[in-house]
């Protein structure tokens, strides 16, 4: 990952709740739509083994996407994760009950995106990350940029970052190790 601003580096450390984008972040943005209306996404394993590690780690996990989808939902079930937040215009204004909800603040929170709607929300929280091959409007409001696309490990990217930050990694890997992971 590639630090923007200087301060992103540290904000790492602080990092409590990792809030993600879906099209264009969790998946490569192509939707394949079936003649019987069925919709087909694909998600990167990798990138959902780095979530599931930041979980075990006590960090959660929030999606807050612009469309609503049933693989979405199948793909949270899977990898455990309950804070969605769909079919969202503002992204912005789940701030408040996501707040309620966990109990961490924006101060705590990091933001994963690519595109235009992402801006509300990538402005009020501590650190705002773009994948690669993000929209130019984002990339310049990022303080981090993911070296791969989205869909592609760029939230793998931004799990390990966040992980090794925290002086957790380690830990993890020797689990992984020995299986206990």
Known sequence: MKFLKPEAENILKKIRLLVLDVDGVLTDGYIIYHDDGRETKTFDV????????LQISGIKVC?????????????????GIELIFDGLRHKAAILDELIEKTGIPPEHMAFVGD????LSIMNR????????????EILQSAHAVTRSKGGRGAVREVCEAILKSQGKWGAL???IKTGDI
């Open 46 to 53: 990798k990138d959902g083994f780095g979530l599931r590690l």
């Open 63 to 79: 999606i807050a996407t612009g469309r609503m989808s049933g693989a979405l939902h199948h793909r949270c079930k899977n990898l």
């Open 115 to 118: 595109d235009l709607l992402d």
């Open 125 to 136: 929280v501590a650190l705002a990350v773009a994948v690669a091959d993000a929209q130019k």
């Open 173 to 175: 890997i020797e689990r």
